[in-house]
Nanobody
Framework: VQLQASGGGLVQPGGSLRLSCTAS????????MGWYRQAPGNQRELVAT???????NYVDSVKGRFTITRDNAKKTQYLQMNSLKPEDTAVYYC???????????????WGQGTQVTVSS
């Protein structure tokens, strides 16, 4: 299973970006998907998750500004980021848990990371 993230970039404070992450390869099913971020000198932190049924969870610092969604048919998750702040600057990583076959165990997979920089 490979995860390909895209959509990062440089944006001014108050601006918006939309991240995408598409899963490919041999996939039987995908469970929860999510976004994490890591700023320089900091540990990787959870930003948002979404279950296969659409239940979402957010870190307090992004509630009301970020929205996570998924398109199961496209095996893609999105992170709409509005009202961006300089403290949102980080490398954003997508994650998904998936089975490659009916009998395979659930594994966690990571995308390659996409840089988000919020600066004037």
């Amino acid at each position: 299973v490979q995860l390909q993230a895209s959509g990062g970039g440089l944006v001014q404070p108050g601006g918006s970006l939309r991240l995408s992450c598409t899963a490919s390869g041999t996939i039987f099913s995908i469970g929860a998907m999510g976004w994490y971020r890591q700023a320089p000198g900091n540990q990787r932190e959870l930003v948002a998750t979404i279950t296969s049924g659409g239940i979402t969870n957010y870190v307090d610092s992004v509630k009301g500004r970020f929205t996570i969604t998924r398109d199961n048919a496209k095996k893609t998750q999105y992170l709409q980021m509005n009202s961006l702040k300089p403290e949102d600057t980080a490398v954003y990583y997508c994650n998904a848990v998936a089975r490659t076959t009916y009998s395979a165990s659930i594994q966690s997979y990571w995308g390659q990371g996409t840089q988000v920089t919020v600066s004037s």
